[in-house]
């Protein structure tokens, strides 16, 4: 391989909130116990280096000294607009790109552009708690199209889904694709027919695919807007936060197709612009890193491999579907047929390994737990060999 992501990058100090955020996480009851032997594994985003021509970019971005007010330039949305094309076939225009500071933030602003106090908003649950708090944070009602759980595949229920989206105060679906934490990636039948259904209701779909570039070697991931005849009804986030691991630079992009759908959002979102860091580092991730993810991709190929069988000989009572994208694992625990402040106590406090609890992904979560993976596989291994340690008296 070019690149090593077996290295270890000691992040504390550099205000992380996985690795310096000991206070704040004791503080939310995310666990009891945070000292210099923990093992923070609980948030998406990587322990792993950079690219090393986002690193340059950002060191040419300093060197100029001057960090004055930005706009965006052609190249920006040029490297936008090749990648996707190179990459997934999806043609997207200039004017349809949205620059927005994070994608989590970019929700909560689609519920206020597209709906009302009085609309209800399709989610499916487990899912990644943002969905949920955008609809509840702006006061709208929340609808759960609960994802059905087959032995560890996730599926969905359309009939379910289409009564919910018949409702007449539906406006609005938060589509996670691929889904986090279940880590399924639609098939593009299953997309086609959410976008069908929602299309024939009037409800908009925002589709959150910012894990679409972390997928499986095997696995074909479809943007929602290129299965569909139209992509007017939809709203699809993109971004490098999660691709390259560049999320304190803030830089997510909404491709917006419909002009109405577009003006709405830009007047709710108010005047946002990229930092100059967050410019470069775009253009050097999608113009010059390609190589980069795709070899970072083999490495979690390799340490979800080495997880599955870990988890077969060593803890088979722990049940994970390999994930088909994303680098989240959500592991069921009720094999073991204690409480969930029990597994808790065992992760959290015993073997010292910080994940999240799956009551916090809503609905269905009980009895789970989340752990994201992109770290160098000994800090990966060492978590596990812990975590086996704390239940290895229950078989
Ligand atoms: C599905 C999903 N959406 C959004 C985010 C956060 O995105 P951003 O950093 O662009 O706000 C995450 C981070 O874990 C995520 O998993």
Same mark, same amino acid.
């Given at each position: 391989?070019?690149?090593?992501?077996?290295?270890?990058?000691?992040?504390?100090?550099?205000?992380?909130?996985?690795?310096?955020?000991?206070?704040?996480?004791?503080?939310?009851?995310?666990?009891?116990?945070y000292?210099?032997?923990?093992?923070?594994?609980?948030?998406?985003?990587?322990?792993?280096?950079?690219?090393?021509?986002?690193?340059?970019?950002?060191?040419?971005?300093?060197?100029?000294?001057?960090?004055?007010?930005?706009?965006?330039?052609?190249?920006?949305?040029?490297?936008?607009?090749?990648?996707?094309?190179?990459?997934?076939?999806?043609?997207?225009?200039?004017?349809?790109?949205?620059?927005?500071?994070?994608?989590v933030?970019?929700?909560?602003?689609?519920?206020?552009?597209?709906t009302?106090?009085?609309?209800?908003?399709?989610?499916?649950?487990p899912?990644?708690?943002?969905?949920?708090?955008?609809?509840?944070?702006?006061?709208?009602?929340?609808?759960?199209?609960?994802?059905?759980n087959?032995?560890?595949?996730?599926?969905?229920?359309f009939e379910?889904?289409?009564?919910?989206a018949?409702?007449?105060? #539906?406006?609005?679906?938060?589509?996670?694709?691929?889904?986090?934490?279940?880590?399924?990636?639609?098939?593009? $039948? *299953? &997309? %086609?027919?959410?976008?069908?259904?929602?299309?024939?209701?009037?409800?908009?779909?925002?589709?959150?695919?910012?894990?679409?570039?972390?997928?499986?070697?095997?696995?074909?991931?479809?943007?929602?807007?290129?299965?569909?005849?139209?992509?007017?009804?939809?709203?699809?986030?993109?971004?490098?936060?999660?691709?390259?691991?560049?999320?304190g630079?803030?830089?997510?992009?909404?491709?917006?197709?419909?002009?109405a759908?577009?003006?709405?959002?830009?007047?709710?979102?108010?005047?946002?612009?990229? #930092?100059?860091?967050?410019?470069?580092?775009?253009?050097?991730?999608?113009?010059?890193?390609?190589?980069?993810? $795709? *070899? &970072? %991709?083999?490495?979690?190929?390799?340490?979800?491999?080495?997880?599955?069988?870990?988890?077969k000989?060593?803890?088979?009572?722990?049940?994970?579907f390999?994930?088909?994208?994303?680098?989240?694992?959500?592991m069921?625990?009720r094999?073991?047929?204690?409480?969930?402040k029990?597994?808790?106590?065992?992760?959290?406090?015993?073997?010292n390994?910080?994940?999240?609890?799956?009551?916090?992904?809503?609905?269905?979560?009980?009895?789970?737990?989340?752990m994201?993976?992109?770290?160098?596989?000994?800090?990966?291994?060492?978590?596990?060999?812990?975590?086996?340690?704390?239940?290895?008296?229950?078989?």
């Amino acid at each position: 391989m070019k690149y090593n992501f077996d290295e270890i990058v000691d992040r504390r100090g550099t205000y992380t909130t996985k690795w310096d955020g000991r206070d704040w996480l004791l503080s939310l009851g995310m666990t009891e116990r945070y000292d210099d032997d923990t093992i923070p594994l609980y948030s998406a985003d990587m322990d792993i280096a950079c690219a090393p021509k986002i690193v340059e970019a950002l060191h040419a971005a300093a060197d100029h000294r001057i960090f004055g007010y930005s706009l965006i330039p052609p190249e920006y949305k040029k490297a936008i607009i090749d990648w996707f094309k190179r990459r997934l076939d999806w043609q997207i225009n200039e004017d349809e790109i949205v620059y927005n500071a994070g994608t989590v933030p970019a929700l909560s602003t689609c519920v206020k552009a597209f709906t009302q106090p009085s609309d209800s908003i399709i989610v499916q649950l487990p899912a990644y708690p943002a969905f949920a708090s955008a609809t509840r944070n702006n006061g709208r009602k929340m609808l759960n199209n609960a994802l059905v759980n087959n032995n560890g595949y996730y599926t969905i229920d359309f009939e379910d889904f289409e009564e919910k989206a018949k409702q007449r105060e #539906t406006t609005l679906f938060f589509l996670c694709s691929p889904h986090n934490p279940t880590g399924r990636v639609f098939t593009r $039948d *299953e &997309l %086609k027919r959410l976008s069908d259904i929602c299309a024939a209701n009037g409800v908009i779909i925002v589709a959150d695919e910012i894990h679409g570039d972390l997928i499986r070697q095997s696995e074909t991931f479809y943007p929602i807007a290129t299965v569909s005849e139209s992509d007017k009804h939809i709203v699809s986030c993109t971004g490098i936060n999660k691709t390259f691991n560049t999320a304190g630079l803030h830089c997510s992009n909404l491709v917006i197709t419909d002009k109405a759908l577009r003006r709405k959002y830009l007047r709710e979102r108010g005047h946002e612009v990229p #930092t100059p860091f967050a410019i470069s580092a775009l253009i050097a991730a999608y113009n010059e890193s390609e190589d980069w993810l $795709d *070899e &970072l %991709k083999v490495y979690l190929d390799g340490t979800l491999k080495w997880i599955d069988e870990f988890l077969k000989e060593r803890m088979p009572k722990v049940k994970m579907f390999v994930p088909e994208g994303t680098y989240i694992i959500w592991m069921d625990f009720r094999g073991y047929g204690i409480s969930d402040k029990e597994v808790h106590d065992r992760i959290y406090s015993e073997a010292n390994v910080l994940l999240e609890d799956g009551f916090l992904f809503g609905a269905g979560g009980d009895g789970f737990q989340r752990m994201c993976i992109p770290a160098p596989r000994a800090v990966i291994k060492e978590a596990f060999e812990r975590i086996a340690g704390a239940f290895a008296d229950l078989g």
